[in-house]
């Protein structure tokens, strides 16, 4: 059994970047957990003020983590548009990285266009400086707005394609304006074609920052 810690920007990036894994880590005994960093509050698109989309958000994220059977999910209510390293946030991760001593974190990975996305690993990388867990979990950065061009992983998830569609689409604030689940589906049916050979129709793809440092790919 790993215990295995999602870090997600916003509310909907774990399910996008990440749910077909997650949702295999799930079936195969593995305890999930996310921490969503930001309540996504600017993703209002003008149809809500942004403690409405905040806690809009937050239900969906429940919702999701429910669909992928996640056990745990934390809001950690960061400044959305405005995520920064800062000392208290990189406290609340360390601990959390001490006490529950995670085998695998995935967070987006640093080429992302969001700089909140950009900002996680960052975070990460300082929070497990000063955690110190030994030894280290391995760290897996997957991607959302802006596709991968080194993979280290790639992982079938061929059987968790519906399940990982139906947790982006209980984003429904955020599915209205934009089409994630076609966009996830043709992404991952490219990583599956193209990557995850041979093997499954459908794939998500990390790139392994384990070691602080990337990897040559
Ligand atoms: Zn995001």
Redesign the pocket.
């Known amino acids: 059994m790993h215990r295995v810690l999602v870090i997600?920007?916003?509310?909907?990036?774990e399910s996008?970047g990440c749910g077909g894994t997650v949702r295999k880590h799930v079936l195969d005994g593995d305890s999930v957990r996310v921490a969503i960093l930001?309540s996504?509050e600017k993703?209002g698109h003008g149809n809500a003020g942004e403690s409405e989309t905040a806690a809009r958000r937050e239900v969906e994220a429940r919702v999701a983590a429910e669909i992928l059977g996640v056990e745990h999910v934390e809001f950690y209510r960061q400044k959305d548009g405005g995520l920064r390293a800062n000392k208290r946030l990189i406290e609340i991760i360390a601990e959390q990285i001490n006490t529950w001593k995670p085998h695998i974190i995935y967070v987006?990975h640093p080429a992302?266009q969001?700089p909140?996305?950009r900002a996680a690993l960052r975070l990460l990388q300082r929070a497990l400086g000063v955690a110190k867990h030994s030894p280290p979990p391995r760290v897996l950065a997957y991607e959302?707005?802006t596709p991968l061009q080194r993979l280290d992983e790639i992982v079938d998830i061929t059987p968790y394609l519906d399940t990982k569609l139906q947790a982006i689409a209980a984003y429904n604030s955020q599915c209205s304006v934009m089409d994630f689940v076609a966009a996830a589906q043709g992404l991952a049916r490219y990583r599956g074609e193209m990557h995850s050979w041979p093997g499954g129709k459908y794939a998500e793809v990390f790139a392994d920052f384990s070691d602080g440092r990337p990897r040559r790919g």
């Open positions: 997600s920007p916003h509310p909907d990036d996008i930001t996504g993703g987006p992302e969001h909140d996305h959302i707005w």
